[in-house]
């Protein structure tokens, strides 16, 4: 029987327009106009406004809820989203832009078979209780609003006893739990903010109204990295309008509450999450490095939903907070060449996300590897790309590597040839003059910048080649302690706090930067559609040598060939 579910309630009609995959909003859709920017999606510069836009589900990064919203503030956003599978982002920032702004997007779930039956639709019309196309007509049904256990607590922020805001906040938790089929909300010990970077109008717009209606958090709460550094941005040459508004931004969560540490990589702070602890956070990279590395528990919770938790302390209690939501449904055996660098582990991540885009992965066969923390870092956030995963598993490295994939699940093998075409895709083919070097995404730690001082001794960026590396406040002030950042500014490296290369734009992004590159996987991914440049992709060494030299070279790495 066809089963088709409205998420969010809308009357409305267009053209359909079904991707070939799943997108991230964020770095893959352009909020002033609506156009696919993605220059690794299938579907890239087509245009997502007034149309109905189908897609398994979303991917990629958590603020893809925020782009939504600035697409409806600007009058550009998709008539309507169809989804057939679990999907959240997307899902939070239409209800956000209709439940505090009165722009509406309707959002609806299908089976399968119904999905593929509009795809091949050119229009369809959304009506109360019907999806019409092609002289068909699909019943639409109310999300299932079973009955589900709130706290006293809960029930006192519902009813706006904790004040307007809480009650905005409790209300959204409630729908999207819902949404998420959760039988209940559950206590969290600690949130991470992701909707601070100034990456459009609509991020301050929801935020200084949270502040308004007086927001305050309630449990401990961090910050992602954020689009100015405060403590020098008229050095770096920023316009004072943006620095501004930037700093509003960052200084309204602060005023909520929130810790300012600025830094993507929250799990590098003193006292990360413990394993099983249930925490709230946002930011792609973090929450999956969470889950996969540390054990942790959260859901990759949408921009906006991460507030809502902080202010009342509580999740819906579904997906990965769930011990039997994190077994594997896909397994992917590795063949590692026998030679490799560091380079690999971006590689193989970004490699992973697209053979389990809406599933969590099982690698096997890297069990003789021994990857350090950074390139479990590097791995996650590549991964963060091209799935929709809150987490992964690799059997030999991870806490919950050894538990096996279900029983049925799909069986993948990647192999040198696989990585060699990855390797292809990241770089530019015959681009060998750079002029920039960019360096941590997602932050940089403690080690990384240790072994980049190593790898500069004694030798000095080019004339015309800056490198630069983004890190946060709490890695910074150790560094500085041990004498690591003067040994990298000797060298001719900038080090920048607060900001990182996903909300970095001109005029502290070089401007006479053409080609760049990086060492890391997320940032080639999103660097092309981000900043219109030309992207080179390798190892640390690579990018040290590349910065010292002025130039790469375009013949695959040696243990690729």
Not at 7 to 32: I, K
Not at 306 to 328: K, M, N
Not at 329 to 336: A, C, G, I, K, R
Request: glycine share 8%; net charge negative; hydrophobic share 45%.
């Amino acid at each position: 029987m066809p089963h088709a579910v409205v998420l969010v309630p809308s009357s409305t009609a267009g053209e359909v327009l079904p991707l070939r995959e799943g997108l991230s909003f964020w770095g893959g859709v352009d909020p002033e106009s609506g156009l696919i920017i993605d220059a690794h999606h299938p579907d890239h510069g087509a245009c997502l406004s007034g149309r109905i836009v189908m897609m398994p589900s979303s991917r990629g990064s958590c603020s893809g809820s925020g782009v939504l919203l600035e697409l409806a503030l600007n009058d550009c956003a998709p008539a309507a989203l169809i989804f057939c599978e679990d999907e959240s982002t997307l899902t939070l920032g239409a209800i956000v832009a209709s439940e505090l702004f009165e722009r509406n997007i309707a959002v609806l779930r299908l089976d399968t078979q119904s999905y593929n039956r509009v795809a091949l639709a050119k229009h369809a019309e959304i009506r109360e209780t019907a999806l019409c196309f092609d002289a068909e007509e699909i019943a639409l049904s109310a999300i299932a609003q079973a009955p589900m256990k709130l706290s006293d607590y809960d029930q006192h922020m519902l009813a706006g006893r904790a004040g307007e805001a809480a009650k905005i906040a409790m209300r959204t938790l409630c729908i999207m739990a819902a949404v998420d089929r959760a039988p209940r909300l559950i206590d969290v010990s600690r949130a991470h903010i992701d909707g601070c970077i100034l990456a459009h109008d609509a991020n301050l717009v929801f935020a200084e109204k949270m502040l308004a209606l007086g927001a305050k958090v309630q449990i401990p709460t961090t910050i992602n990295a954020i689009s100015v550094a405060q403590d020098n941005w008229r050095g770096l040459g920023m316009p004072e309008a943006f620095a501004n508004k930037a700093n509003r931004l960052a200084n309204a969560y602060v005023a909520m509450g929130a810790q300012a540490t600025m830094t993507c990589a929250p799990y590098l702070l003193e006292n990360p999450p413990a394993a099983n602890e249930a925490v709230g956070w946002s930011e792609s990279n973090a929450v999956i490095y969470a889950n996969s590395i540390l054990g942790a528990r959260s859901a990759k919770h949408p921009d906006y939903l991460d507030l809502f938790i902080a202010i009342t302390g509580r999740a819906p209690d579904c997906g990965v907070y769930r011990s039997e939501q994190r077994q594997a449904q896909v397994e992917v055996h590795v063949s590692l060449p026998p030679m490799y660098d560091d380079a690999v582990w971006p590689m193989l991540g970004w490699l992973l996300g697209t053979l389990a885009p809406n599933s969590i992965p099982l690698m096997t066969g890297l069990e003789a590897a021994r990857p350090s923390s950074d390139d479990l870092k590097a791995l996650c956030a590549a991964f963060g790309t091209t799935s929709a995963a809150p987490m992964l598993h690799i059997r030999g490295h991870t806490p919950e590597g050894n538990r096996d994939a279900s029983p049925d699940c799909a069986q993948h093998h990647i192999q040198a040839q696989d990585l060699e075409k990855v390797w292809q895709g990241f770089n530019e083919p015959d681009v060998q003059s750079l002029e920039l070097i960019a360096i941590g995404s997602p932050h940089a730690s403690v080690g990384e910048c240790e072994l980049l001082a190593r790898l500069f001794e004694g030798r000095h960026c080019a004339a015309g080649t800056s490198c630069i590396v983004t890190l946060g406040r709490s890695v910074y002030a150790q560094l500085e302690k041990r004498g690591t950042i003067a040994k990298l500014e000797s060298a001719g490296v900038t080090l920048i706090r607060d900001m990182c290369w996903c909300s970095m734009t001109e005029p502290v992004f070089p401007v006479e930067a053409k080609t760049l590159m990086t060492n890391s996987g997320k940032y080639a991914h999103y660097a092309v559609g981000l900043t219109g440049r030309q992207v080179r992709f390798g190892s640390v060494g690579d990018c040290v040598e590349a910065a010292i030299t002025g130039v790469a070279s375009s013949s695959l790495p040696i243990w690729l060939r």
